[in-house]
């Protein structure tokens, strides 16, 4: 078994109308004067409601609003929002959103409790101690955000997402609360899904840092995700299949914080910093490309995913029966790459980049795409080394 090391800093909170507890943990917590990050959307719509009214009980405080984050946040929301904590005195954050939100509390958290500018801190590891405290509440069910270790906004400036990354981003608690997602729109829901799913399949497949912990949860989140999503798309209303989405996705954010990604995240980052696409919808058509550029190399792997989730079965079950051999690696692994392209038509995500609005990719805009991907963190921990004739290859079919 090789060596591995596994963190899990945040404590989970799981349960219907469990972000009525905001206000105990962040009692337990310390904070005294709280910045609350969140959309103008949640603001509007009254779902941070029961956030504030548990914090107003439990400590007193009334918190600081914040609520012009972007659906791509950037580096300007953040220096925005950290003016307004330092001006305030806060000393705490809770943030309520998808994983735009999310990343921008914790890059805001990053700038509040050490001081300086942003791009201070940019990278793997330059952070170094604890921050102060921070609560995720999540409304997406996709991104896991509350739980992971990095964070991700963008330099409008410099066209490129900025990665940070340190085992003390992770949120102190997470509260995963289905009443909170169940708005959330049915081509979100598919989309936010989906980059979990790819989360899970990079992370365990990931270079030499996949463990047995990161493994069990990587499978089970899957199983969830298969089952659940389509369901939580197809009725928003239905709490169990939305309670199994949001708890998949934080398996999985648990997992690739601890694993790593790899090619498609890599590429998706590329493509979002560029276009500006939904980083959910960007990786629902980019994985199957990836897992396509990875086969030869991992399908073993890919095979213990199809056994895990009884595929062979399911197909000798279906119309045309075929019957696959449970010790058949490559034919099993053939399964899982039909089980995720037969769940992205059944979800009816976009299929290709033009769907999503990328415009034709000239030779130019290649080699700038390329060299995104070529330098992006998550591309460290693909099982398949790219050159850059395969990241052009594979953005040409994937266009």
């Known amino acids: 078994m090789n060596p591995f090391v596994f963190h899990t800093p945040t404590r989970v909170y799981f349960g219907e109308n469990s972000a009525s507890s905001c206000g105990d943990f962040l009692r337990e917590l310390g904070g005294t004067k709280v910045l609350m990050v969140a959309d103008a959307f949640l603001e509007k719509s009254g779902a941070l409601?029961?956030?504030?009214?548990?914090?107003?009980?439990?400590?007193?405080?009334?918190?600081?609003?914040?609520?012009?984050?972007?659906?791509?946040?950037?580096?300007?929301?953040?220096?925005?929002?950290?003016?307004?904590?330092?001006?305030?005195?806060?000393?705490?954050?809770?943030?309520?959103?998808?994983?735009?939100?999310?990343?921008?509390?914790?890059?805001?958290?990053?700038?509040?409790?050490?001081?300086?500018?942003?791009?201070?801190?940019?990278?793997?590891?330059?952070?170094?101690?604890?921050?102060?405290?921070?609560?995720?509440?999540?409304?997406?069910?996709?991104?896991?955000?509350?739980?992971?270790?990095v964070a991700m906004v963008k330099d409008h400036g410099e066209s490129k997402k900025l990665m940070f990354g340190s085992r003390f981003l992770a949120p102190d608690v997470a509260i995963l609360d289905p009443l909170m997602i169940v708005s959330l729109p049915a081509k979100l829901t598919a989309a936010t899904g989906i980059d979990a799913v790819t989360h899970d399949i990079e992370?365990?497949?990931?270079?030499?840092?996949?463990?047995?912990?990161?493994?069990?949860?990587?499978?089970?989140?899957?199983?969830?995700?298969?089952?659940?999503?389509?369901?939580?798309?197809?009725?928003?209303?239905?709490?169990?299949?939305?309670?199994?989405?949001?708890?998949?996705?934080?398996?999985?954010?648990?997992?690739?914080?601890?694993?790593?990604?790899?090619?498609?995240?890599?590429?998706?980052?590329?493509?979002?910093?560029?276009?500006?696409?939904?980083?959910?919808?960007?990786n629902a058509v980019l994985l199957p490309h990836g897992m396509r550029f990875n086969f030869e190399s991992v399908y073993p792997r890919y095979a213990r995913i199809a056994r895990f989730l009884d595929l062979a079965v399911e197909a000798s079950n279906s119309i045309d029966g075929n019957s696959i051999s449970s010790s058949d690696d490559r034919a099993l692994a053939h399964l899982l790459l039909n089980k995720v392209e037969a769940l992205l038509r059944q979800l009816k995500l976009p299929l290709n980049l033009r769907e999503l609005g990328v415009p034709e990719l000239t030779d130019e805009n290649l080699a700038e795409l390329v060299d995104l991907a070529g330098a992006d963190p998550a591309i460290m921990f693909n099982p398949r080394e790219a050159s850059v004739e395969d990241l052009t290859q594979l953005l040409k079919r994937a266009y």
């Open 49 to 149: 409601a029961p956030l504030i009214d548990s914090i107003k009980e439990s400590t007193g405080i009334e918190p600081i609003l914040f609520t012009d984050v972007p659906s791509d946040s950037d580096v300007d929301c953040v220096n925005k929002a950290t003016v307004i904590a330092r001006t305030s005195g806060c000393d705490a954050l809770v943030a309520v959103g998808g994983g735009s939100v999310l990343d921008t509390a914790k890059v805001i958290n990053i700038c509040l409790t050490f001081g300086g500018e942003v791009l201070d801190y940019q990278g793997l590891n330059i952070i170094e101690r604890k921050l102060l405290p921070l609560i995720a509440v999540p409304t997406t069910a996709g991104t896991g955000a509350e739980v992971s270790f």
């Open 203 to 282: 992370c365990y497949v990931a270079s030499g840092t996949y463990s047995v912990f990161t493994d069990s949860l990587c499978l089970e989140s899957l199983r969830l995700l298969f089952e659940f999503l389509p369901q939580a798309t197809i009725d928003g209303d239905n709490l169990e299949a939305r309670g199994a989405t949001l708890v998949a996705s934080c398996m999985a954010g648990v997992a690739f914080t601890n694993s790593g990604v790899g090619i498609t995240h890599a590429l998706a980052h590329a493509v979002g910093a560029k276009y500006a696409t939904h980083h959910g919808m960007t």
